[in-house]
């Protein structure tokens, strides 16, 4: 299938310092620096439709293994444009690369690299970004001579081209040729395109350069593949103290050398003006769900997780638009990452980003499965690589339930009705093979062996029963909301019985036979003792030795890994409070400083004492590892038992890991292992912070919004602001008092309703805007509504 790929514009501006330089419009942007620990270690320069990875010191070595070493470079999905590039200085008959920044600094929409000591006397500053929609990017140097004497400069810009498919290629029938170098004597650049495709890029510069080579004669960089490299060479002099700018721009199309010479063209002459569309852009990421509180590090992390965000949309216009998983090996498009994610981006104003990201899911689940199954992961290119978990159906109906609840749209719930009812057909019919309402099949844990009745999948699937019927009671369906309403509280209560192991203080990780079981401890032991885990080991070992002693077909539920999905249903909030409290204490001893253990088995008594890098596997394993969404999990599971305090304590964990490595990001494994950009991050930020300790519920479709805030103790003040609900947006300032809080809201539409809610016996006075208010008691809550474009509250 032919898909559109990146236009790759590399164009040299005329030298001149009247012009406004890119650098000039990020003068007023917040950059973070570095840590020079991590020079060698990946960046992105992120735009939807093209990105760029390479190092933080300027290099383009071969990295990633989903495309063996082909991960990084310059993408235009479906397709990748180049490898890389390399740039030498040539002064006084000797050239030096630009290999070694001394320092990167990473911006929300660009990057920049710093290079003091590359070039005798010379100083050269390289800034980078992606315009949004378009197939290009654009590279600017600037040359600082620092002495007081005139230097005369080669410049030399080499293109590593390498034209090849995105991941799975072979099966979308696009296969990899070698590339063809031209030079364009007309319009004086380079142009390469596939041997077998219509793939192009294109590079060059609005003034002609000196010379043009066809190889990089001065710098050591030779990567894998079918490509192939070409230079332009420019002269130029600078004076005492004087500094000029050279501007690089590239262009790439999967379509046709027409395409990409239409982005060239476009880059070349309006660069900056891209650059301020995206700065723009920007601004009102940050501007929606904006908060202010006194953790600083949180505040910050939170702001940029957002950024995060949106570097991992990926739009390939043949297929769709939508959020990708994680930079540079899962760019494209999953099923459970865009469930979790996708409650954070609607709850921080991303309407327009959830709704598409849904709709490709959903267009790509129906042309693969057709029966309301939803996919797990699709290449760029539309090959679906595995047709979907078990659990991913079940989330993705909860999904729809939560976007609803932010919009109010009644035709998207609508939409999607159809897709539910049969995926929940899907899920019980072909899935519960014994009929106990527990679906087989892997879940979250992809553990070799660890399909039968998973606790996550059973979790989810209470969840999405229970969600169908509040969709179906929307929608007027009485039939299905009784009968998923039954469901739900089937599921709810054998859940609580069935899963849940006493002696462990756990919900069971499975339910399976003891003969089932027994096999897997045996596989735990070998990972504990390889691990060096004694303490995992002597545990299961005693659990064999008690396991053996059952009945092999004997079926029950077992705490085996203690994997983070233990804790699903405290985070759904379907676990009795007695339950979860225990489990919960239980929880918090499989951690580290930077968050929760995947699997618990993995820690060990050193662990409080890891603050430094992880020591992943040469082959990529999440084997030891802690990640930010089991994190986001707890803290999430935490507040829906009342217990602020705990969840702060984990969101503070995932924050050490904020600029660790890349500035401005948190890895998928914290602190510096794996992906470098994870978009499941938002959910772990976005929902504990406006939906739990903000307390933000939305009721959109009928015009509500309930609040029921609840801060951490060390916090006296917190505000949000721009969060968007439905055609309203509101605004919500929290004090803490002696005697108890005081809330200030104020909302765009003066008709809607706010209803504040807290548990039973928690405040004895409420006073809303001024006047003593009696609440109305509704089960274990206490409530009173109120109205108006500001509202002033206080409960004591």
């Excluded at 080991?537 to 983070?564: C, R, Y």
Aim: proline fraction near 4%; include cysteine; charge should be negative.
């Amino acid at each position: 299938m032919k898909t559109i790929l990146f236009s790759f514009l590399l164009a040299l501006a005329i030298f001149s310092v009247e012009a406004q330089q890119l650098a000039d419009i990020l003068k007023d942007v917040e950059g973070l620096p570095g840590r020079e620990g991590y020079l060698a270690s990946p960046f992105v320069t992120a735009g939807d439709r093209l990105y760029m990875v390479g190092y933080q010191d300027g290099t383009f070595p071969d990295l990633g293994w989903h495309v063996e070493g082909e991960m990084g470079g310059i993408w235009n999905h479906p397709i990748k444009l180049m490898d890389g590039f390399t740039v030498a200085v040539g002064l006084e008959d000797e050239f030096f690369c630009l290999d070694r920044a001394d320092m990167f600094i990473n911006y929300p929409f660009a990057n920049k690299h710093v290079y003091k000591t590359t070039v005798p006397e010379i100083e050269i500053e390289r800034i980078q970004f992606v315009p949004e929609g378009m197939q290009g990017a654009v590279i600017e140097f600037t040359l600082s001579n620092l002495s007081e004497n005139p230097k005369q400069l080669s410049f030399e810009f080499t293109g590593h081209v390498d034209l090849r498919p995105v991941w799975l290629g072979e099966k979308a029938g696009m296969f990899d040729h070698p590339d063809l170098l031209r030079f364009d004597d007309e319009r004086k650049l380079w142009t390469a395109q596939d041997e077998g495709n219509e793939w192009h890029v294109v590079f060059g510069g609005e003034n002609p350069a000196q010379m043009h080579l066809r190889a990089s004669p001065h710098c050591n960089y030779e990567p894998k593949g079918q490509g192939a490299a070409a230079s332009l060479i420019y002269e130029l002099t600078l004076d005492g103290m004087e500094t000029k700018t050279l501007t690089i721009s590239i262009a790439g199309s999967y379509a046709s050398l027409e395409e990409a010479l239409g982005t060239y063209d476009d880059l070349l002459y309006q660069s900056q003006t891209y650059l301020e569309e995206k700065k723009q852009h920007y601004e009102q990421i940050a501007l929606k769900s904006r908060i202010t509180i006194p953790d600083k590090d949180l505040e910050k992390a939170f702001e940029w997780v957002k950024y995060n965000t949106e570097w991992l949309v990926r739009d390939v216009p043949e297929i769709g638009r939508g959020l990708g998983a994680g930079m540079p090996d899962y760019p494209w498009w999953f099923g459970v990452d865009n469930e979790y994610t996708l409650q954070g981006a609607i709850a921080t104003g991303r309407k327009d980003l959830t709704y598409s990201t849904i709709d490709l899911l959903h267009k790509l689940s129906e042309e693969e499965n057709g029966n309301g199954r939803i996919v797990h992961e699709v290449s760029t290119n539309g090959v679906v690589f595995n047709p979907g978990n078990i659990n991913e159906t079940p989330q993705f109906v909860s999904l729809i339930w939560e976007v609803y609840k932010w919009t109010g749209d009644r035709d998207f719930l609508e939409k999607y009705y159809p897709t539910i009812q049969n995926g929940l057909t899907w899920l019980m019919e072909e899935n519960d093979e014994d009929g106990n309402l527990f679906p087989d099949g892997y879940g979250m844990m992809e553990i070799h062996g660890l399909e039968s009745e998973m606790i996550d999948v059973a979790t989810y699937t209470q969840a999405a029963f229970a969600d169908a019927a509040k969709i179906a009671e929307e929608l007027q369906d009485e039939r299905q909301t009784i009968y998923y309403q039954g469901l739900a509280d089937r599921i709810r209560e054998k859940i609580n019985e069935d899963f849940w192991v006493e002696e462990a203080n756990s919900y069971a990780d499975f339910i399976g036979t003891a003969s089932e079981a027994l096999h897997l401890i045996e596989a735990a032991i070998i990972r504990a003792d390889t691990l060096d885990k004694p303490w995992a080991v002597e545990e299961l070992k005693a659990m064999k030795s008690k396991i053996s002693a059952l009945p092999p077909d004997q079926k029950q539920g077992f705490v085996v890994f203690h994997n983070w999905v233990v804790n699903t249903p405290m985070e759904m909030g379907i676990a009795d409070r007695e339950k979860a409290i225990k489990a919960l204490d239980k929880g918090a001893r499989f951690v580290n400083p930077f968050g929760v253990f995947v699997t618990g088995i993995d820690r060990d008594d050193s662990s409080d004492l890891e603050d430094g890098a992880f020591a992943g596997s040469k082959v990529f394993s999440y084997t030891g590892a802690v990640m930010t969404l089991p994190t986001g999990v707890q803290a999430i599971a935490e507040n829906n038992y009342g217990r602020p305090d705990q969840a702060l304590d984990y969101l503070q964990r995932m924050t050490r890991s904020f600029g660790f490595a890349l500035p401005g990001s948190i890895y998928e494994v914290s602190p510096d292992y794996g992906m470098m950009a994870q978009a499941w991050n938002l959910y772990s930020y976005a929902v504990p912070i406006v939906t739990q300790f903000f307390g933000i519920k939305p009721q959109a479709g009928q015009k509500k919004v309930i609040i029921s805030t609840q801060m951490p103790s060390e916090w006296e003040e917190a505000t949000i602001e721009n969060v968007e609900i439905g055609n309203n947006a509101i605004s919500l300032k929290f004090t803490r008092t002696t005697e108890g809080m005081e809330l200030e809201l104020l909302q765009q539409k003066e008709d809607w309703e706010i209803e504040f809610s807290f548990p039973e016996g928690q405040y004895e006075t409420w006073t809303i805007n001024g006047e003593e208010v009696t609440p109305e008691k509704t089960e274990k809550s206490e409530n009173v509504n109120a109205r108006g474009k500001r509202i002033t509250a206080s409960f004591h």
